[in-house]
């Protein structure tokens, strides 16, 4: 893979996480920022995905694509067939990654889209491995999983 295409997924990735870090904690966060950014994410999501259909990647290649392309869904509203799209295409690579953060990454999303409790355990043990301290993507990352088992009632009841 070209590498200025995974420097720049990454970069965008980053890019996403501080404007989401913003957009939660920012009230004068203008309309017209976020129109653009959810065009750029559009476009950019839309980008990735053409690039993983018409070039051969390794399986640590399209997770990192693909968790740019999860990111980037995030931004504004969720396109629902592109969700769908990488939801698919993710469970599919998910075999195939090593033990690790990306794999932690990747379940976290996919998790959040389809409240699958079977993956807790694992998302759980991953996260725990990881070297401390956290970076940023990591502590955002592990602040939205948090909140997103939080906001399933019966699992609140039986903490």
């Not at 976020?34 to 399986?59: C, G, I």
């Not at 399209?62 to 740019?68: S, Y």
């Not at 033990?99 to 409790?117: I, P, R, S």
């Not at 956290?134 to 502590?139: A, H, K, N, S, V």
Request: aromatic content about 10%; hydrophobic content about 35%; overall charge negative.
């Amino acid at each position: 893979m070209e590498k200025r295409i995974l420097k720049d997924a990454q970069d965008f990735r980053l890019k996403c996480y501080r404007r989401m870090l913003l957009i939660d904690g920012a009230e004068d966060y203008a309309i017209q920022d976020y129109q653009e950014d959810w065009r750029d994410a559009q476009k950019k999501v839309k980008m990735l995905f053409a690039y993983l259909d018409s070039h051969d990647v390794t399986p640590e290649e399209e997770g990192e694509l693909l968790l740019t392309i999860f990111v980037g869904l995030q931004i504004g509203f969720r396109n629902s067939e592109l969700m769908e799209r990488a939801t698919e295409r993710a469970f599919e690579l998910l075999p195939q990654l090593p033990q690790g953060k990306l794999l932690c990454h990747l379940l976290v999303y996919l998790y959040d889209e389809t409240e699958d409790e079977t993956m807790l355990e694992d998302i759980d043990h991953l996260f725990s491995s990881f070297p401390r301290p956290l970076t940023q993507e990591d502590r955002y990352l592990q602040e939205t999983y948090r909140n997103t088992i939080d906001s399933i009632p019966y699992r609140m009841l039986a903490v």
